[in-house]
Every structure is written in structure tokens, then in C-alpha cells.
């Protein structure tokens, strides 16, 4: 009889708190309600950006959102205006050599219809951290820096795809 309880009472408290974790607006991170109207999509990158393209193509596709390589086979632009890291001397240590930085990753972009028409104006995503410099171990700060980096193209991604998704109610596309 107890057990049959215990499982009653857990079961229970289970419902409750995915109940309230769901009435509080959580979502687990990397998840967006991406508007159902916005399918095949091509990323139009300046020529030096290798990097935040195939993170952007991964989490539209993870949305399933269909990303095309041809701009012309596309619907939508995606379309990343400019890229740029800043790093700024935080603190020096006391022979001056700089301790601890902040890199501030910027984004520009904006999604447009293919025949030109604006769907989200220019807009910028920013991104900060600071990355301390060890001196005994140049190497291993030199990855943490790439790491850092890696996690801000990541974190960006997903504030362009929430950005995206916060456009969906104000966007009527037209039906073709």
C-alpha cells in the first residue's frame, strides 16, 4: 500500500514541476519557435567568414528549416552583413603585460525575401567574455581564446535564430 502511495505522490510532483517549468516560459537552450512559414533559406556570408556559417546552417536545420547552398533556390536570405571580434586589455599584470581580456564578438544581419523585400531590417547581436591570459601556459590560453570564441559564434547563432523567431508575429509572408 505504501509504495503504490509513493508512486502516486512522485508521479505527482513530477506533472507539477514540468507543469510549472513549462507555465514559466522555460525552454531548453538551443530550442526556438522558428516561424512555420520560414523554410529554404540561403546564408549569405562575407568571403572571409568560414566559421559561423555551418554553425547557423546546423541549428536552422535542427529547427527543420531547410537551408540551401544556391541563394537561387532559396526563399529567404539570411543574410550576415559583417562578423568582427574586439579585444580589450582588462587588466595588465605588474610588468604590464595584459592579464585578462574582453573579446566582443558583433554580428550584423538581416533575412530578406529573395525578390529583395525585408523581412527583419538590419539588426546586431553582441556577445562578450573575458578570457584570462596565464603567462606559464601561452598554449593553453591561446585554446582557451579559440574555445571562447567557438562558444560566442555558438551563442550567436542562437540569438540570430531567437531574433528570427520574435519577427514571426509581425511577418505575414505572402502566399505564392
Not at 505504501?2 to 505522490?9: F, G, L, N, W, Y
Not at 520560414?38 to 536552422?60: C, F, G, R, S, W
Not at 581564446?145 to 531567437?162: P, S
Amino acid at each position: 500500500m505504501k509504495t503504490t502511495a509513493s508512486k502516486i505522490i512522485t508521479t505527482l510532483l513530477i506533472v507539477f514541476h514540468v507543469g510549472m517549468m513549462s507555465g514559466c516560459g522555460f525552454h531548453l537552450r538551443g530550442l526556438t519557435d522558428v516561424p512555420k512559414w520560414l523554410d529554404k533559406v540561403a546564408i549569405i556570408t562575407p568571403d572571409n567568414e568560414h566559421y559561423l556559417t555551418p554553425i547557423l546552417k546546423n541549428q536552422l536545420e535542427a529547427n527543420c528549416i531547410r537551408v540551401c547552398s544556391e541563394p537561387a533556390g532559396a526563399k529567404y536570405w539570411l543574410i550576415i552583413l559583417s562578423e568582427t571580434f574586439q579585444e580589450h586589455i582588462v587588466s595588465v599584470s605588474s610588468t604590464t603585460t595584459p592579464r585578462q581580456y574582453q573579446i566582443i564578438y558583433r554580428i550584423r544581419f538581416k533575412l530578406q525575401e529573395v525578390n529583395g523585400k525585408e523581412v527583419i531590417p538590419e539588426r546586431q547581436v553582441e556577445i562578450s567574455r573575458q578570457v584570462t591570459i596565464n603567462n606559464d601556459r601561452i598554449l593553453g590560453s591561446n585554446y582557451e581564446e579559440t574555445l571562447t570564441k567557438n562558444e560566442m559564434r555558438q551563442e550567436a547563432a542562437a540569438l540570430i535564430l531567437n531574433r528570427i523567431s520574435k519577427y514571426s508575429e509581425t511577418f505575414k509572408p505572402r502566399l505564392h
